[in-house]
T-cell receptor
Framework: ETGVTQTPRHLVMGMTNKKSLKCEQH?????MYWYKQSAKKPLELMFV???????ENNSVPSRFSPECPNSSHLFLHLHTLQPEDSALYLC??????????????FGPGTRLTVT | EDQVTQSPEALRLQEGESSSLNCSYT??????LFWYRQDPGKGPEFLFT???AGEEKEKERLKATLTKKESFLHITAPKPEDSATYLC????????FGEGTQLTVNP
């Protein structure tokens, strides 16, 4: 595996379900990010982890719960979601957080549909 | 608050018809401007980083330029495989993305 991988690629869940999204980066990076991409809207930053520590939570509802056990893996735990949470969820990584000009590399995303 | 506006929202070109995409930004203390390409159902793919006004970068048929208020992505003699959504993002603290320009190149 190379780059940033995400599983599953597609997920359909009911509003009462609990599910988790997984992200793994194979780039030796130390910062990882969760973004939400909805139709006709810019990418929205959700969470940032730098060296396994959460450094940003962009006012995300508590029904989204991130977990970063090490610098290579990032999870997003989902429970009691709403239909408006349906979107493409993207994981990204960079060498470090916040340093000028460090590009982020994105995974392919998980297409989430909440019914 | 950092703002990024991309125009046009959508652009249709004939193969070989050169054009430019615009990214206008308002940010306090620009630390980098990024261009990404996103294909349907995929994550954004990094293209360029620009740091300061006057800087230019090129990759195949793409050339990115930067001024103090905007960036342009010039596409020279595009091919159908250049069809994608092109995203611009500015970095002050976090990255702030624009909504993107959806480019379609017809054969």
């Amino acid at each position: 595996e190379t780059g940033v991988t995400q599983t599953p690629r597609h997920l359909v869940m009911g509003m009462t379900n609990k599910k988790s999204l997984k992200c793994e980066q194979h780039l030796g990076h130390n910062a990882m990010y969760w973004y939400k991409q909805s139709a006709k809207k810019p990418l929205e930053l959700m969470f940032v982890y730098n060296f396994k520590e959460q450094t940003e939570n962009n006012s995300v509802p508590s029904r989204f719960s991130p977990e970063c056990p090490n610098s290579s893996h990032l999870f997003l735990h989902l429970h009691t979601l709403q239909p408006e949470d349906s979107a493409l969820y993207l994981c990204a990584s960079s060498q470090r957080q916040g340093e000028a000009g460090l590009e982020q590399y994105f995974g392919p995303g998980t297409r989430l549909t909440v019914t | 608050e950092d703002q990024v506006t991309q125009s046009p929202e959508a652009l249709r070109l004939q193969e070989g018809e050169s054009s430019s995409l615009n990214c206008s930004y308002t940010v306090s203390g620009l630390r980098g401007l990024f261009w990404y390409r996103q294909d349907p159902g995929k994550g954004p793919e990094f293209l360029f980083t620009l740091y300061s006004a006057g800087e230019e970068k090129e990759k195949e048929r793409l050339k990115a330029t930067l001024t103090k208020k905007e960036s342009f992505l010039h596409i020279t003699a595009p091919k159908p495989e250049d069809s994608a959504t092109y995203l611009c993002a500015v970095q002050a603290g976090r990255l702030t993305f624009g909504e993107g320009t959806q480019l379609t190149v017809n054969p």
